[in-house]
């Protein structure tokens, strides 16, 4: 589903009035896949499923449907042609496994739908991880690039890709786990010199709440995609939930533009030992303590990162649902 007729700033708008008000987005992939028995250990990541395992991205994509997600992200993050090329694969061969993770996202509403008889509002959103994603070292949680690395570098990374998942059905991109500015203006240049014509969402990670991890600005961020008319929401991931709050209300100063949030579960992530130490939330607490927060700072999108499961996302769906009958009981 492509902009067409429909202006980019009515995209997600139209979309939240369809859905009650909020949308809920998936959770953890990676965690999942794991869960039902792959093997994550390889510079692709969960990329890698789309060789060996595609069956276990549709399981994870209908167990978030089956949770109450309106918005499935692809399992393209760490999917990239100069990556499936590392691996031995051709240029025509990555290209085909990036098609084939909006394929099968795609498909997984579609059984969805069959099943349940139902159409419940459900977007696809194609993944693009930032280029310290493909680096598999860490530097996607610092957006320490090294001077070598410009915006120029970064539009030729990214641009091949961007083309195929722009044209490959999904209904919008979501730019992930964006490190610093400077990948965000190469995104936002990017999407304007390939005239790219479905609705993109800019999300950005940080670990202090007032910056990006690299110690860029959020509000100089978020004005780079304020700024670029096919940005249709932003927002943050990949972030620690007691940030979150601070960084909506600091997002919101910059823009009008729908505020998409999808934190990891609490946890903290060593990028150099690849471990995560526990944060002792349950899901339960993650979404009464949070989210209603944050729906009020001005957040309507909601969702979950690294280490949140489709009980999280059962969970977040259940409090907001919650909120909205509260609300509706109030006006009667």
Not at 53 to 73: E, M, Q
Not at 242 to 252: A, D, K, M, N, P
Request: proline letters at 3%.
């Amino acid at each position: 589903m492509g902009l067409g007729g429909q202006e980019t700033s009515s995209f997600v708008s139209d979309f939240l009035e369809k859905c009650g008000g909020y949308a809920v987005l998936d959770g953890g992939f990676a965690t999942e896949l794991e869960r039902h028995g792959a093997d994550l250990n390889d510079p692709l990541w969960s990329a890698k499923c789309l060789i060996s395992s595609p069956h276990l991205v549709r399981r994870v994509h209908l167990d978030y449907l089956d949770a109450g997600a309106n918005v499935i992200i692809t399992a393209s993050y760490q999917a990239t042609i100069q990556g499936f090329e590392a691996k031995g694969f051709s240029k025509e061969e990555a290209k085909a496994l990036i098609r084939k993770s909006v394929e099968i996202a795609i498909e997984a509403r579609e059984i969805y739908y069959d099943k349940l008889q139902s159409r419940r509002p459900v977007l696809v959103a194609a993944s693009v991880g930032s280029y310290g994603a493909y680096l598999a070292d860490g530097s996607e949680y610092s957006g320490n690039y090294g001077d070598a690395v410009t915006v120029e570098t970064l539009k030729d990374f990214h641009r091949e890709r961007v083309q195929i998942l722009a044209n490959s059905g999904a209904d919008l991109i979501a730019f992930e786990t964006t490190p610093n500015k400077i990948e965000a203006k190469a995104y936002a240049e990017l999407l304007e010199e390939e005239g790219i014509d479905i609705p993109a969402w800019f999300s950005f990670t940080s670990k202090d709440g007032i910056n990006v991890v690299s110690g860029d600005s959020i509000s100089e961020c978020t004005s780079i995609a304020d700024s670029c008319k096919q940005v249709v929401a932003v927002g943050i991931n990949c972030t620690p939930p007691r940030f979150i709050h601070g960084l909506v209300s600091l997002i919101r100063k910059v823009t009008s533009k729908p505020i998409v949030i999808y934190p990891n579960s609490g946890e903290t992530y060593d990028g150099l030992t690849k471990q995560w130490q526990s944060s002792g939330e349950v899901d339960e607490e993650f979404a009464d303590i949070v989210i209603g927060k944050w729906h009020e700072a001005g957040a309507s999108l909601f969702g979950g990162c690294c280490r949140t499961t489709p009980n999280t996302i059962r969970a977040i769906s259940r409090v907001l649902s919650n909120q909205k009958s509260s609300a509706i009981n109030e006006d009667a």
